[in-house]
């Protein structure tokens, strides 16, 4: 029964009063709700003026503090509006503990809501919500920077609840109303719309069976009359469209079979109709003719109105078998037999090489931005205001060291554009590995003293002897030495050690720190990742120290590894080849 247009149309109509007097009734009820909001904040702003608390303040300094207060409240029970239904009352500003008010049952009733919240901050309380059970302000007397008492006001809603019951009751009776006029009147307009359409389906029915000689009768001039003559050009014509189709898919096969990108042809009826191997091998499946669309692009729906009127194609990016491909959707042929082409191409490393570019360039003006901005902030407070000479002492050395943060950050990004274009200068030569793990601790020692963090020398007796560039690799060190003592706890230890392992020499830097979740260790190499960003901002990390000490390393033909535990701390080793292997070799 809920098949037919007849009860859709009824049930539409019906729907609709029902949606207008539902927005009706949700904009009168919010309409009331915020004038009785206003109107609460006017009667409390035009009592608890700052004259007003100011004059409340000494009060709570008296002998007897709250009867004090409680006499001034109730000289303004009036223009507060005290009633049965709102009420004030006074807190200890410590504890909480109701001391007086109009109505004692809030002793034991009295909810601490975030107005009184706010007020034991030292701040007044004034938010109300719509939907909360009550309007309140909380105002709190502050004496030498400590909260002594509180004052406030609670309105319980009992009027606005009342007023809203009865404009509710009164949208009610309007519904019933509007719903008896829309049902009776929609059953007269759907039976003249549904009986000329009910006829026709019943010769489309015919057509469709294959009958193309009937020719449906015409019972009117208007849109239905209309639709049956179309039925009956679509019957002369079927026949001769059937027979292009059948030629125009024998042209589309030889071409599909030979193209390098991907291409799937669908019937009207959203069948397969043509498919070549490229477009098997994007999607990862074995797609067979007949197959339906929703087998050969799951989740992604086509319609014609997403068509453009004047190309007639639409560009798609979808995602199937780790690939990402970019898909031209295009209508093909008559009016009345319309397929569906897809056309496929990869574009997997072009997307890849987009977002690497995106995040680089967001994160390179993240990072400027903020020393930027503080310097900025700085220089201007020293232009526009009058500093003593230990202030401007110290902004200047924000200044300096915001600076310092932006040399440090161009000068990485140099270093990974010379790495990216090769063009690194190496001045190689053959370095003890030990001898440059020793000066980077003793590079590091002051950093480590001001964090209060130990570091640990088991560097081995021998000497480690590498081909390498001594700067560039005394870079590396410390990069890892300073990560280990800027993420470390306190009163934490950073051990430095060395030796030989697999013919390669290594140096050995652990921590006592927080450790990596294992979720983020694949990804600590990355530049511009960081796992607590907001520590690495306060340390004034950029995420790219690990990320060029790999790229270091490994020009030298070395590895780095990193290993973590949660709450134990985090172990990178760094490996290069020995020079007594590089020799033999």
Not at 73 to 81: C, D, N, Q, R, T
Not at 215 to 229: A, F, H, N, R
Not at 465 to 489: C, F, H, T, W
Request: hydrophobic share 45%; net charge negative.
């Amino acid at each position: 029964m809920i098949r037919s247009l007849h009860m859709k149309l009824v049930l539409v109509l019906i729907i609709l009063v029902i949606s207008v007097m539902a927005v009706l009734g949700a904009f009168l009820v919010d309409s009331v709700t915020r004038s009785n909001i206003d109107s609460f904040s006017a009667e409390m702003n035009a009592v608890f003026t700052p004259e007003f608390i100011m004059t409340l303040k000494p009060r709570a300094l008296e002998p007897e503090p709250v009867a004090s207060i409680e006499q001034v409240m109730l000289a303004y029970v009036l223009p507060l509006g005290i009633n049965e239904n709102r009420s004030f009352y006074i807190l200890d500003g410590q504890t909480g503990e109701y001391l007086s008010g109009s109505d004692d049952a809030l002793k034991n009733a009295l909810e601490i809501t975030p107005n009184i919240v706010a007020a034991f901050s030292g701040n007044v309380g004034q938010q109300m919500g719509r939907l909360s059970r009550y309007f309140d302000v909380a105002v709190p007397l502050v004496h030498d920077g400590a909260v002594l008492y509180i004052v406030g006001v609670m309105d319980n809603r009992a009027e606005l609840n009342m007023l809203t019951w009865n404009l509710f009751t009164i949208l009610m009776r309007a519904m019933l109303f509007g719903l008896m006029a829309s049902v009776l009147l929609s059953f007269i307009l759907s039976k003249a719309i549904t009986s000329p359409i009910e006829r026709l389906t019943v010769q489309a029915t015919n057509i469709a069976a294959g009958d193309f000689s009937y020719s449906p009768k015409t019972y009117s001039s208007d849109e239905i009359g209309i639709l049956t003559e179309t039925f009956n050009e679509m019957a002369e014509q079927l026949e001769d469209t059937l027979y292009e189709v059948s030629e125009e898919r024998q042209k589309l096969d030889t071409i599909f079979s030979h193209m390098a990108d991907g291409v799937v042809a669908f019937d009207n009826a959203g069948k397969v109709m043509h498919i070549n191997d490229a477009a098997c091998n994007m999607l990862g499946k074995q797609i067979l003719i007949g197959a339906r669309y929703g087998d050969v692009f799951p989740n992604l729906l086509i319609n014609e109105e997403d068509f453009d009127s004047r190309d007639r194609y639409i560009e798609v990016d979808y995602t199937a078998n780790a690939r990402i491909l970019k898909i031209f959707f295009a209508m093909f042929g008559a009016e009345d037999e319309r397929g569906l082409m897809a056309v496929m191409h990869d574009v997997t490393e072009q997307q890849k090489l987009e977002r690497s570019r995106r995040e680089f360039v967001a994160n390179v003006s993240h990072e400027l931005r903020t020393p930027l901005t503080n310097i900025k902030g700085y220089a201007e407070t020293l232009l526009e205001s009058e500093v003593d000479r230990e202030t401007e002492k110290h902004f200047l050395e924000v200044v300096n060291s915001e600076s310092d943060r932006m040399a440090r950050i161009v000068k990485d990004l140099m270093t990974l554009s010379q790495i990216d274009y090769n063009r690194m200068e190496m001045k190689m030569s053959s370095v003890s590995l030990t001898m440059l793990a020793k000066r980077s601790l003793m590079a590091m020692k002051l950093e480590a003293e001001n964090q209060g963090i130990a570091l640990i020398d088991q560097l081995p007796a021998d000497v480690l002897m590498i081909d390498g560039d001594p700067g560039r690799i005394e870079q590396v060190l410390i990069n890892i030495i300073s990560n280990a003592i800027k993420y470390n706890r306190a009163e934490g230890s950073v051990t430095v050690a060395g030796g030989h392992e697999s013919g390669d020499v290594y140096i050995r830097i652990s921590d006592t720190g927080f450790g990596i979740p294992k979720a983020d260790q694949s990804r600590i190499f990355e530049r511009f990742y960081r796992v607590d960003k907001a520590r690495s901002r306060t340390q004034g990390g950029t995420g790219l120290g690990l990320a060029i000490a790999k790229e270091i390393v490994e020009i030298h033909g070395g590895r780095i590894t990193f290993d973590s535990k949660e709450n134990v701390g985090s172990t990178v080793t760094v490996f290069f080849p020995s020079m007594e292997d590089t020799r033999h070799a």
